[in-house]
Nanobody, 122 residues
Framework: DVQLVESGGNSVQAGGSLRLSCAAS??????LAWFRQAPGKEREGIAA??????YYADSMKDRFTNAVDGADGTMYLQMDSLKPEDSAMYYC????????????????????WGEGTQVTVS
């Protein structure tokens, strides 16, 4: 199994920035992704990446940047210009097949999940 641990969540003021981290081990995955879920809402895809491909939700691609440290495989989500509606629990997810443009944002297509890190924007 792949173990995922998120960190970096915090409380910030609107307009601020945060960087979330996702440590994944072992590196037995093909696709890594970020999702978020606010109370009473469905889990939504933010960004995903596999070798040679990156995907972003249209509503967030101008403010969020996803990257992987090639040395240790840690995935980072840089979030800028945060808004109160960005408040949610943020999750890292992984699966053993490529992300794919049509499936990367479907949480049901991921096999492994972290416990999440809370982001609150006020």
């Amino acid at each position: 199994d792949v173990q995922l641990v998120e960190s970096g969540g915090n409380s910030v003021q609107a307009g601020g920035s945060l960087r979330l981290s996702c440590a994944a081990s072992p590196r037995a995955y093909i696709c890594l992704a970020w999702f978020r879920q606010a109370p009473g809402k469905e889990r939504e895809g933010i960004a995903a990446m596999s070798i040679g491909a990156k995907y972003y939700a249209d509503s967030m691609k101008d403010r969020f940047t996803n990257a992987v440290d090639g040395a240790d495989g840690t995935m980072y989500l840089q979030m800028d210009s945060l808004k109160p509606e960005d408040s949610a629990m943020y999750y890292c997810a992984a699966r053993r097949v490529s992300c794919g443009s049509k499936t990367w944002s479907n949480p049901g297509r991921f096999d492994y999940w972290g416990e999440g890190t809370q982001v609150t924007v006020s």
